[in-house]
Each structure stands twice: as structure tokens, then as C-alpha cells.
């Protein structure tokens, strides 16, 4: 079957960094999407990474490794608007968009 | 603004009483999603048409249809809605689909329907 980990919930504090881990085993891998979702809201886009390596957008960074079906989300100079749900999501072969649970982050002051 | 509309945001149906989402993007993507969203969840995917073609999910129940009149425009019908449709409700498109670019999903604000 398919598979998308992530932990249920993180907490971190105001200014600091924190990273959001996912695993995956899909079949097939057509890339991996991180969205954000704010309580009673839609998911916003966030990154999308289809080759090893880290990409960097302003203080959010994303990371993939393709063989070890991995990726984390890197979140920088913490804000407490970024308390909201991180979702990863692969397209599988079919490109069919896979999604995790959502890790929930909260952020204190 | 190019953008992802859902109406109504929140929407309240009788037990069993049929109830219709609509959907509609200025975005001109081929492709339109339909997903439900219950708290703490990954969003499901119900079904998808790529352009007029609809593609509907295997565990998706009967009890969902869906209509997609124009490009523009997707509506989800809840023939007969239970308790447990209670849900968010959200809509997405994508450019291409099926492989073509990065077939990132754009969302709408969702619909949150509540059963009574």
C-alpha cells in the first residue's frame, strides 16, 4: 500500500527554526509537494521537490532524498502565524496526489 | 486575481436532504478536483475531471456525484447527505494534469457542510 508519515504535532518556540520530517513508499514518485493548512482553511502551496537537494524559499526551506523516500520541511525565524498544519503530499506513478495526515505545529511566544 | 471560488463557505442540510457545492476558477486549468476533509485529516480525493473527462475515485460512494459544465465551473452533489458527510469540502485545480508540469494543486477556501 501507499504511505505518507509525518509526525501529529510539534511544538516550537517564537524565533526559532523547526523541521517537519515526512516519509514516504508510493508507487512511484513524480515529486513531492509540502502544503500548509491554517485551522478551518484550504491548503496553500508551500514547495514542490522532484530532485535530491534542498530548495530554499525565503525562510522556508525544503529538503527531498529520493532513496530513502524522505523529505523535511525547514521553517526559519518562527512566527506565530506559522502555527498551522504542514501537509506533504507525493504524486505517485499515476499522478495521483498521495497525502499525509499533517503535522500540527504550534507556536509559543 | 486568478483564483479558486468555493460558495457557500458554510453550509447547513437536513439529514438526507440534497445538497450541491459549487466551484469555480479563473485560472483556466484543465483540471478540477473535488476532496472531503474531516479534522485532523489528509484531504481524500472524491473525484477529478482532467478537461471534461471525469475520473472518480474507487471508494468514492454513490451518494456523490459531481457535474462539471465548463471549464470554469465544478459542482459536487450530495444525492442524500448522513452524519458522517459532515466534512470540509474542498475544490482544486491544476494546469495540466497527467504529468504534464508539476501539477501543483491550487485550492479553494473549502466549504464546510454540517449534517443535522
Known amino acids: 500500500g501507499q504511505n505518507i508519515d509525518q509526525p501529529t504535532e510539534m511544538t516550537a518556540t517564537e524565533g526559532a527554526i523547526v523541521q517537519i520530517n515526512c516519509t514516504y513508499q508510493t508507487s512511484g514518485f513524480n515529486g513531492l509537494f509540502w502544503y500548509q493548512q491554517h485551522a478551518g482553511e484550504a491548503p496553500t502551496f508551500l514547495s514542490y521537490?522532484?530532485l535530491d537537494g534542498l530548495e530554499e524559499k525565503g525562510r522556508f526551506s525544503s529538503f527531498l532524498s529520493r532513496s530513502k523516500g524522505y523529505s523535511y520541511l525547514l521553517l526559519k525565524e518562527l512566527q506565530m502565524k506559522d502555527s498551522a498544519s504542514y501537509l506533504c503530499?507525493?504524486?505517485?506513478?499515476?499522478?495521483?496526489?498521495?497525502w499525509g495526515a499533517g503535522t500540527k505545529l504550534i507556536i509559543k511566544p | 486575481d486568478a483564483m479558486v471560488i468555493q460558495n457557500p463557505r458554510y453550509q447547513v442540510t437536513q439529514f438526507g436532504k440534497p445538497v450541491t457545492l459549487s466551484c469555480s476558477q479563473t485560472?483556466?486549468?484543465?483540471?478540477m478536483y473535488w476532496y472531503q476533509q474531516k479534522s485532523s485529516q489528509a484531504p481524500k480525493l472524491l473525484f477529478h475531471?482532467?478537461?471534461?473527462?471525469?475520473?472518480n475515485e474507487a471508494d468514492t460512494p454513490d451518494n456523490f456525484q459531481s457535474r462539471r459544465p465548463n471549464t470554469s465551473f465544478c459542482f459536487l452533489d450530495i444525492r442524500s447527505p448522513g452524519l458522517g458527510d459532515a466534512a470540509m469540502y474542498l475544490c482544486?485545480?491544476?494546469?495540466?494534469?497527467?504529468?504534464?508540469?508539476?501539477?501543483?494543486?491550487?485550492f479553494g477556501p473549502g466549504t464546510r457542510l454540517t449534517v443535522l
Open positions: 503530499a507525493v504524486l505517485d506513478s499515476n499522478y495521483q496526489l498521495i
Open positions: 521537490n522532484v
Open positions: 485560472l483556466n486549468h484543465n483540471v
Open positions: 475531471y482532467y478537461d471534461k473527462d471525469f475520473n
Open positions: 482544486a485545480t491544476s494546469r495540466e494534469g497527467r504529468g504534464q508540469g508539476t501539477d501543483t494543486q491550487y
